[in-house]
């Protein structure tokens, strides 16, 4: 089966630990994205890919990176730095850039909490 | 003013009910529309691009006011299954890589 999985589905963290939160898809899609979701609100985006080892800040990259070292695969890594990090992660991938109607197609999010 | 602004409800309709959505957007050169369906606690799912001339799936319908900046979605004859929340998502005009912009979510909920 094609798709997008996350891992873990439930994180939970304390105060000063950094976090990585994984994401691979087997769909052979160029593009990979971050997003993050409050409760009550749309996704905001952290991060997104292209293309393998070049990546992009969205709009609320403070207090995350990310890697994409491998076309499958874009982990998120939540450091300390990041104030308020208790959200709905959710990955996202699409095929390249070529017609303004690509589908973004999301993986299954994962659920931080800090404690 | 947000990019892109939803009416967050929740809308309560009875099963049977012809239910509508709004979202407006403020950057007129953007290029494409799309309506998302994410259940609770789930991931969003795509549930219909919206095109210029407007188009349907079944019992729903999205259309496109370009001069108004604002898209719909129409839902006939709600089911139970409908119940969710609607994201109004816009790719918004001069931006790169097909990044989305995502409203705040419609919530509807049908009722027996």
């Known amino acids: 089966d094609g798709g997008i999985t996350q891992s873990p589905k439930y994180l939970f963290r304390k105060e000063g630990q950094n976090v990585t939160l994984s994401c691979e898809q087997n769909?052979?899609?160029?593009?990979m994205y971050w997003y993050r979701q409050d409760p009550g609100q749309g996704l905001r985006l952290i991060y997104y890919s292209q293309i393998v080892n070049d990546f992009q800040k969205g709009d609320i990259a403070e207090g995350y990176s990310v890697s994409r070292e491998k076309k499958e695969s874009f982990p998120l890594t939540v450091t300390s730095a990041q104030k308020n990090p208790t959200a709905f992660y959710l990955c996202a991938s699409s095929t390249p850039y070529g017609a303004t109607t690509d589908t973004q197609y999301f993986g299954p999010g994962t659920r931080l909490t800090v404690l | 003013r947000k990019e892109v602004e939803q009416d967050p409800g929740p809308f309560n309709v009875p099963e049977g009910a012809t239910v509508a959505f709004n979202c407006t957007y403020s950057n007129s050169a953007s290029q494409s529309f799309f309506w998302y369906r994410q259940d609770c606690r789930k991931e969003p799912k795509l549930l219909m691009s919206?095109?210029?001339s407007g188009n349907e799936d079944g019992r729903f319908t999205a259309q496109l006011n370009r001069a108004s900046q604002y898209i719909s979605l129409l839902i006939r004859d709600s089911k139970l299954s409908d119940s969710a929340t609607y994201l109004c998502?816009?790719?918004?005009?001069?931006?790169?890589?097909?990044?989305?912009?995502f409203g705040q979510g419609t919530i509807l909920t049908v009722h027996p």
């Open positions: 769909l052979n899609h160029d593009a």
């Open positions: 998502v816009v790719i918004p005009g001069g931006t790169s890589y097909g990044k989305l912009t």
């Open positions: 919206v095109y210029s």
